[in-house]
């Protein structure tokens, strides 16, 4: 595991090529998973919008993990994890959940109260998904502009 003491967060900067690289990687990756309408990962203009905070995490000057927290439209007290990603090459080094970690302790200085997410259904998304069971996420029904869809699942966590 990465000692997180390694691991350097900070605000995502849009005019690094390498961040856009990786966030190019993270839509490939998930294209083949579900069909486009079922599919809601957010590319890199929707998430240099201002409801968007974005972190990136990076090891040896290495981009190795992304996230972000998205403002729910309508609360002022829930946001939705988006753009979870880590380095395929050295996931299950606790990385994804230092950026989880992370993402909480900003929105809870923010005030903000439940954290939400929307990710896949299929095996893919797996560890993920149990990734967010670990923190304290439980599955719940679609929230803000989702609907229901069998490729999805819903995820919600208080703070």
């Not at 390694?6 to 839509?27: Q, V």
């Not at 753009?83 to 929105?107: F, I, Y």
Request: aromatic letters at 8%; hydrophobic letters at 45%.
């Amino acid at each position: 595991m990465f000692d997180h003491v390694d691991l350097a967060i900070r605000r995502a900067d849009f005019d690094d090529p390498a961040l856009a690289l990786f966030l190019t990687r993270h839509l490939d990756d998930l294209a083949p998973t579900a069909p486009k309408e079922s599919r809601h990962a957010l590319d890199i203009v929707s998430l240099r919008e201002p409801s968007v905070r974005m972190w990136v995490g990076h090891v040896d000057d290495q981009l190795v993990v992304t996230g972000a927290l998205v403002t729910i439209a309508g609360s002022n007290h829930d946001e939705e994890v988006k753009s979870m990603r880590t380095e395929p090459a050295v996931r299950g080094k606790g990385l994804g959940m230092a950026m989880l970690t992370h993402l909480a302790a900003d929105a809870r200085a923010r005030g903000v109260q439940r954290l939400w997410l929307e990710t896949g259904s299929m095996e893919y998304f797996a560890a993920a998904r149990a990734l967010y069971r670990r923190f304290g996420f439980t599955e719940c029904g679609p929230f803000g502009a989702y609907r229901a869809d069998p490729n999805s699942t819903f995820m919600t966590a208080m703070l």
